[in-house]
């Protein structure tokens, strides 16, 4: 079982919105952060957003900054990606995952993704 599990994907046109959701599925595992990422066919994934467990800090790929918003829900343990504008490049699967180190900002843990379709 993934120790996180991902949704709110679906298909929208270009300009549209959709919130992902990032919720454990029940396996405790600890992580610094939790990030999302997208994988496009043809293209290596990418990293979306972060925000740190400690503090909320948060980071977001230049693509998306201005568009998308990363939060937090401490007492459910989920994170939220709320994108806005979205764009047919936009078009992939979202992955969610934990930071399992802060030096090198390796990520573990993923889910299994959610689509997300953009049309124009």
């Known amino acids: 079982q993934a120790p996180v599990i991902e949704s709110g994907g679906g298909s929208v046109q270009t300009g549209g919105s959709l919130r992902l959701s990032c919720a454990p599925s029940g396996r405790t595992f600890v992580s610094y952060a939790m990030g999302w990422f997208r994988e496009a066919p043809g293209k290596e994934r990418e990293i979306v957003a972060a925000i740190s467990r400690k503090d909320g800090t948060t980071y977001y790929g230049d693509h998306v900054k201005g568009r998308f918003t990363i939060s937090r829900d401490k007492a459910k343990d989920t994170s939220y990606l709320e994108m806005n504008a979205l764009k047919p490049e936009g078009t992939a699967v979202y992955h969610c995952?934990?930071?399992?180190?802060?030096?090198?900002?390796?990520?573990?843990?993923w889910g299994q993704g959610t689509q997300v379709t953009v049309s124009s």
């Open positions: 995952a934990g930071e399992t180190n802060t030096c090198t900002h390796a990520y573990g843990f």
